[in-house]
């Protein structure tokens, strides 16, 4: 493989980004503490549209304090989204709490309403409730928040949005995150802005987000000694991180219309082959595009999705299939799951082609190159 590589998604990163990072050398404010945390703190809160936002170094970290400060126990029953990232669910096992896995819909792909309501009424027939939902916006596309919130509302249990994949995205101009009781971010380098690794938790609950910052710093209690009356982590952005997220923050519409326009090249290139199918937007909802993903139907294309994967792969050209459904992964064999088999057959035949905001015109020649040869065959 002498070609070079094109990966799926690979950090973007800006002369602003390193100028800030400089300056928090210059400054000597390296650690967890920093103008560049409350800085980011506050852009991102005015961005997404909530009273706040706390910043932490993954998206597992948010949704791990989103669990604590919704006091969830041993036990507690947790609904998550099932087709998701392994992030969205670990968080349940660190507190020891019971997973459920819930399928999607097919319009966007996230957590279904009805199946949702149908593990609700299961767990209410067994006399507890859930303690939490988790809904995700999987590759930028938003949930149906209105109809997720509402059955939420009726039944009066807390929703965490995890956004990881979806800052930049919005339904009617609301911003994913910004929905649920906690919304949850990633930096991580793969996503559409990057820290090199981060995460944010944004609510409207100033005093919980508190509180989060609290539990992020070892759960230090006022003192001039350390003192500790609760189990705490070590969960801090550091300031040189923040730095970074500071000037991603700035071009962040910039490499939306990037991954936009990306999502717009494999439509051109593929929206006509029989067999190939994108993801539309519903009326109102606005993706943003984090990755671009194909659904292939083998019977009328010729070809699997691990077929146009290798063929790519052959290329060095990087692709992927779509998260592997949660209730199908090992880890949780025992838990429960509820829907049908929608997160399974997008699997089956989903791919994610390579979408950072910085591939060039030449990396695009070889992939259209790629993937004509290999559904002309
Ligand atoms: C990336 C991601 C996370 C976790 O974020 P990290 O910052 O990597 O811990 C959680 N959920 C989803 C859907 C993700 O894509």
Known sequence: MDKPKIYLSSPHMGQEELENVKDAFATNWISPAGPYIQQFETDLAEYCGTAGAAVVQSGTAAIHLALRLLDIQPNDKVICQSL????????????????????????????????????????????????????????????????????????????????????????????CGSFGDFGVLSFNGNKIITTSGGGALLSNNTKALEKARFLATQAKDQAPHYQHSEMGYNYRMSNIAAAIGVGQLKVLNERVAARRANHEFYKDLLGAVP?????????????????????I???????????????????????????????LQPLFESAPYYGQRVAATLFDNGLCLPSGSNLTDREKERIASQLKTVFSS
Not at 302 to 312: F, N, P, S
Request: hydrophobic share 40%; with cysteine; aromatic share 8%.
């Open 84 to 175: 998701t990232f392994i992030g969205s669910s670990n968080p349940i096992l660190y507190e020891k709490a019971q997973p459920i896995f819930v399928d999607s819909e097919e319009a966007t792909w996230n957590l279904c309403p009805l199946a949702l309501e149908e593990a609700i009424k299961a767990c209410k027939k067994e006399g507890v409730l859930p303690k939490a939902i988790i809904v995700v916006h999987l590759y930028g596309m938003p949930a149906k928040m209105k109809e997720i919130m509402a059955i939420a509302q009726r039944y009066s249990i807390p929703v965490i949005e995890d956004a990881a994949e979806a800052l930049g995205s919005f339904i009617d101009g609301q911003a």
């Open 275 to 295: 067999g190939i199918n994108f993801l539309p937007e519903p009326k109102g909802y606005s993706s943003n595009r984090w990755l671009s993903c194909v659904l």
């Open 297 to 327: 139907d083998a019977q009328k294309t010729g070809c699997t999705a691990e077929e146009v994967r290798l063929h790519l792969e052959q290329d060095n050209i990087e692709s992927r299939p779509l998260w592997k459904p949660m209730h």
